[in-house]
């Protein structure tokens, strides 16, 4: 299985301030469509997760473009720039490149 | 709006059976892969199985194979999970999820609890 490795942030965070949340996997995927099969999701504090970010970078319908991604094959970048309070809550990574689709465990962000 | 709502959670002793529903409204539903991902309490998010839009291919993760069974109703637009042979470690909020070409979540419902104890 693909083993997703997330890192953590300096929690609190300060309003306003910008974050990067990593994620690396134990192997690469990019596909040989061209295309880096990770995907990032929030869950809120109580709610569903919800997806942010497809295909590595693509910021799904409706994401605020505080919101970024970026990386190479196996490592990953979620960029937050300039936290709110709605931001709050865990975030996932998770590979589609086989099954079993596999998650990272979560990084948290609280803010101050 | 699509929406998912998933039903059929509950408490239910070791080795027992449950069904989990989703129905599903908003979009095509057979146009779209379906999934179950799951959640222990106060833990990560753990997927569960995958079914292709047409139902004619299905995964699922080993630690359920053989155990659950994902299918799906086009014509009623709704997911099922056949829970069988339930063990304490299944106890979890069971989300149903709407795929997308990227192989990830698109779309996710409220979710369901199944507390597997005696």
Same mark, same amino acid.
């Given at each position: ?14 309003? +306003? =301030?910008?974050?990067?949340?990593? /994620? @690396? ?18 869950? @809120?504090? +109580? ?11 693509? @910021? ?5 473009? @505080? ?14 720039? +300039?936290? =709110?309070? !709605? ?5 996932? /990574?998770?590979?589609?490149? !086989? ?10 962000? !609280?803010?101050? | ?34 999934? *179950? ?9 753990? *997927?569960v199985a ?27 637009s709704t ?26 979540f698109a779309? *996710? ?10």
């Amino acid at each position: 299985d693909i083993v997703m490795t997330q890192g953590a942030l300096p929690n609190p965070v300060p309003s +306003g =301030e910008s974050v990067s949340i990593t /994620c @690396r996997s134990s192997k690469s995927l990019l596909y040989s469509d061209g295309k880096t099969y990770l995907n990032w999701y929030l869950q @809120r504090p +109580g709610q569903s997760p919800q997806l942010l970010i497809y295909w590595m970078s693509t @910021r799904a319908s409706g994401v605020s473009d @505080r919101f970024s991604g970026s990386g190479s094959g196996t490592d990953f970048t979620l960029k937050i720039s +300039g936290v =709110e309070a !709605e931001d709050v809550g865990v975030y996932y /990574c998770q590979q589609g490149l !086989e099954f079993p689709d596999t998650f990272g465990a979560g990084t948290k962000l !609280e803010l101050k | 709006e699509v929406q998912l709502v998933e039903s059929g959670g509950g408490l239910v002793q070791p080795g027992r059976s449950l069904k989990l529903s989703c129905a599903a409204s908003g979009f095509t539903f057979s146009d779209y892969a379906m999934a *179950w991902v799951r959640q222990a309490p106060k833990k990560g998010l753990e *997927w569960v199985a995958t079914i292709i839009y047409d139902g004619s291919s299905t995964y699922y993760r080993d630690s359920v194979k053989g155990r659950f069974t994902i299918s799906r109703d086009n014509a009623k637009s709704t997911l099922y999970l056949q829970m069988d042979s339930l063990r304490s470690e299944d106890t979890a909020t069971y989300y149903c999820a709407r795929m997308g070409s990227y192989m990830g979540f698109a779309y *996710w419902g409220q979710g369901t609890l199944v507390t597997v104890s005696s």
